[in-house]
């Protein structure tokens, strides 16, 4: 009898299964097999995954994307019975150091403009990919940014796609015509150009402040007519950008005329209609009218009115700040409270108000607030109904999102194919999850790029350490620890930097120390000129500890000598580097002992053999096997010049280990091609191979094993700078969640260790001005 497990259900039951995933987790279903990434992105799997995930959503429920401390959320808002909203995630696939200043939302897309105006992204939060652009040039005079922006598209009736496009446009438009200055350009997603729009006389004006909101792939503004004194009328009009013709229509008329001081705001209603707010600041103060459309083409508007709200408020009065949305069949609108960045206002005829507060940790309560009806997933008509579990795993597959992960850990993996095993692939200094067989006639696929890092962040090395990855960027500037599971980035930024003629000459770790309810993870640094002559030598061993959010230097006088390019491997929340005794030439012997940084300690353990003694021209590395043992390999390139040799650890702690010899590869079995790892391996023990990067092809991965037996697998796909480094690792999800920095006042350095950072920093400017 056949068990059933996840790996053999129907390919039918699969989706069924899948579809029941909350959005929130769907990051973690594409990471789990390339086959799940495949369906989860398909045009049919998403259709049927958002119907069900509204068909199980409360009656009355919508969601949005709320826009606090410079970071977005997803929540649900409840409008049926007791009003009430709901946390549902933070976004986390952008880089957690990208602060967002606006957004704006054009059918499930979100245009996000940064605090800094270095770049612009376009993301879609579902599918988890964002596009970053850089603009042309930057304008932001006493800090303002006074551009306008707006994101839209123009359907391609011949190849049945949306071919997007980015208006930013900024328009100074003074009452003396010699003062004015405005300049449109658009930005075209297919060819990667900025183009300006040509633009002779705008015959609108349009303020700064005024957002635009997207509606069947065009962009409305409130506006007025641009000879109209600007104190008297700030906007009585409507203009509307066509993508497709990139041209502004004719200016359409607004229900209303709005002066200077009063808050005019555009929105959407589910992708069919404009709705205009109009809170009135001086002739009736505190009145708020609403009028939606009946009509409404790039050439033509018609308006009725929704709501009017009146001062019928006992003590406080109510006030929307920024965009809002409309619930029709409730009559109501809903948005943030000008006076209270953590309070959603819901307001309604007859004096109906209900104040909602947001609760948990948004970051800096200075910053906007926004927020962004998803109206592209709202359903109309249509019956709700609860859907029966069809079986234990369908019920464990509608738990808790926690409950999700474990099983989607321990029960989906296996659901791949039979010798399968993901990897993490570094090529173009970009990270690519990547899955290789080893069964039959052995292959490899790319599953997907990671999308959680900063598109401009280019990565040079990387290092695993349970599922958690520490990056080290091209750019020194700061390093970031990623959990690519969960989409979680913690940035740390260095002390100093010394990269002498290009070169980083640091060492770098990933390691924790276990404590009673989590671990403590903690970055170690490190820089050591171990010279002959003992006068020249520098070191410098410093560890950055994520609880305190600060750099501590290492007290050690080393007995060892670690060689810079020689990569660490963590095992257990420790880290192994093979090494040699300090006093004995780099030239004779380059690596021979193995040393053990522990973290918990926060010291090094004693040498360890080596079942070899490796000279200067042959190469070394470490490897991690299963999480239980290391492996290690050596390349002779002198005395036994392309002999390879990999032993695996039979006993392993910080102060002892044993090793017993798992694969010898020499020159005879290869008629034509000598194959050489280079940088990073792993090894399957099952089928007794080694798998790593062809030294001489950066897009070949070598498959060795003995009596000849090799398979070289070339990599396709677009990986960016064909000349970076290339390097690899095994990889296995993680469930812990990356700590960030709390939030207050940082914690200080002592005194003993700004003087130890002083005498080191005066070293290191003597040894860079002599070398």
Not at 276 to 300: A, C, F, G, M, R
Not at 433 to 445: A, C, D, K, R, V
Not at 593 to 603: K, N, Q, V
Not at 707 to 732: N, P
Request: one cysteine or more; proline letters at 4%; charged letters at 25%.
């Amino acid at each position: 009898m056949t068990t059933m497990t996840i790996s053999n259900l129907p390919g039918d039951l699969v989706n069924e299964i899948l579809t029941r995933v909350p959005l929130e987790s769907m990051r973690a279903v594409r990471l789990t097999c390339k086959k799940w990434n495949d369906l989860s992105k398909s045009q049919s799997f998403t259709k049927m995954h958002i119907g069900k995930t509204l068909a199980e959503a409360k009656e009355g429920e919508s969601q949005m994307i709320v826009m606090m401390g410079y970071n977005l959320y997803l929540m649900s808002i409840v409008l049926n019975g007791d009003p009430s909203t709901e946390h549902k995630s933070k976004l986390t696939c952008l880089n957690e150091q990208v602060k967002i200043s606006k957004l704006y939302h054009c059918e499930g897309l979100l245009l996000c403009i940064l605090k800094d105006d270095s770049r612009f992204v376009v993301w879609n939060p579902y599918l988890g990919q964002p596009r970053w652009i850089e603009p042309r040039y930057s304008h932001r005079p006493n800090g303002w940014d006074k551009f306008s922006y707006a994101l839209g598209y123009e359907d391609k009736k011949d190849k049945s796609f949306r071919s997007y496009k980015f208006l930013r446009f900024i328009d100074s438009y003074s009452n003396a015509h010699e003062k004015q200055f405005f300049w449109y350009e658009i930005y075209d997603f297919d060819s990667d150009l900025w183009t300006t729009l040509d633009v002779t006389t705008p015959y609108w004006r349009i303020a700064f402040g005024n957002g635009g909101v997207s509606l069947k792939g065009n962009t409305y503004w409130c506006a007025a007519e641009r000879n109209v004194v600007f104190d008297q009328v700030i906007a009585d009009r409507l203009i509307c950008f066509d993508f497709t013709s990139e041209r502004f229509g004719p200016l359409l008329p607004l229900p209303f005329s709005g002066g200077l001081h009063d808050l005019m705001t555009l929105s959407c209603v589910r992708e069919e209609k404009l709705a205009v707010l109009l809170q009135h600041n001086e002739s009736n103060p505190y009145e708020l009218d609403i009028w939606i459309t009946t009509k409404i083409e790039t050439e033509d508007v018609s308006w009725i009115k929704f709501l009017r709200v009146a001062t019928a408020f006992d003590t406080w009065v109510p006030f929307i700040s920024g965009s809002f949305f409309i619930d029709e069949e409730k009559k109501v609108a809903i948005g943030f409270d000008d006076g209270n960045v953590h309070t959603i206002n819901i307001i309604g005829e007859a004096g109906y108000l209900r104040a909602l507060d947001l609760v948990g940790d948004f970051g800096d309560q200075r910053c906007n607030t926004d927020l962004e009806a998803m109206s592209n997933m709202q359903e109309e008509g249509g019956k709700r109904r609860k859907q029966d579990d069809e079986d234990s795993v369908l019920k464990q597959l509608n738990s808790k999102r926690q409950s999700f992960r474990k099983m989607d850990i321990g029960k989906a993996l296996p659901a791949s194919k039979e010798g399968e095993s993901q990897m993490i692939v570094m090529m173009g200094n970009n990270l690519y999850l990547t899955s290789i067989t080893l069964n039959g006639e052995p292959s490899i696929e790319q599953i997907d790029k990671l999308t959680c890092l900063d598109e401009q962040a280019k990565i040079s090395q990387v290092f695993d350490c349970e599922g958690l990855l520490l990056c080290i960027l091209k750019e020194d500037s700061r390093f970031v620890v990623l959990n690519p599971y969960l989409g979680q980035t913690r940035w740390i930024e260095p002390r100093y930097s010394h990269r002498p003629s290009g070169w980083d000459r640091f060492s770098y770790a990933l390691g924790y120390m276990n404590k009673e309810s989590c671990r403590g993870y903690k970055l170690l640094r490190f820089i050591d000129y171990f010279y002959n002559v003992p006068e020249k030598q520098f070191f410098w061993y410093e560890i950055y500890d994520f609880d305190s959010d600060l750099w501590t230097t290492l007290d050690v006088t080393p007995h060892w000598r670690i060689a810079f390019c020689n990569p660490s491997v963590s095992l257990k929340g420790n880290t192994y580097f093979c090494a040699a005794e300090r006093n004995v030439d780099v030239e004779e012997v380059l690596a021979n002992s193995l040393i053990c940084f522990d973290f918990t300690s926060e010291r090094f353990g004693p040498l360890l053999p080596l079942p070899f003694s490796g000279g200067y021209h042959d190469y070394t590395t470490l490897s991690c096997v299963r999480e239980e043992k290391l492996a290690l390999l050596l390349q002779h390139d002198e005395s036994n010049p392309y002999e390879l040799d990999l032993w695996i650890t039979t006993k392993i702690e910080t102060e002892e280990v044993l090793w017993s010899k798992f694969l010898r590869v020499a020159t005879a079995g290869f008629d034509s091609y000598v194959p050489f790892i280079g940088g990073s391996f792993f090894i399957d023990e099952e089928k007794k191979v080694a798998i790593g990067f062809d030294d001489g092809n950066r897009h070949t991965i070598n498959i060795i094993g003995e009596a000849g037996y090799l398979r070289a697998l070339d990599l396709v796909g677009d990986f960016g700078d064909q000349e970076c480094k290339t390097d690899l690792c095994s990889y296995v999800p993680s469930l812990v969640e990356i700590k960030q920095p709390e939030g207050g006042e940082r914690e200080q350095e002592s005194e003993l260790e700004k003087l130890r950072y002083d005498e080191n920093m005066s070293r290191l400017v003597l040894l860079e001005g002599n070398q």
